[in-house]
């Protein structure tokens, strides 16, 4: 399974060899953009764009609704694997049920 996440493009970096500098939850780094510059949109129209950022290229552009609705998604998902991981360290299965809350169905009354 491939991933792409979003991006913003920060700056151009080098237009002649289409690199930019894209800002990706914080994180800043140099990516291609050949993929999603063409005639009609030289690089230097990029700057602001937001992009679908996969092994240091600019797959494609997207707007920024679906870059924010994107990134909460990616943010949930790092959450419940936290949560996942957290599960694990304490052996990988649930605690056993306690033993003095226990009840085989008969009535204490």
Known sequence: MCLGIPGQIVEISDADNN?????VGGVQRIINIAFIVDDERPPSACVGDWVLVHVGFAMSRLD???????????????EAQAEMAAMMEGGGEPPPPDASNHH???RND
């Open 19 to 23: 690199l930019a500098l894209v800002d």
């Open 104 to 106: 085989d169905g008969a």
């Open 64 to 78: 920024e609704a679906e870059a924010m609705r994107t990134l909460s998604l990616l943010r949930e998902l790092g």
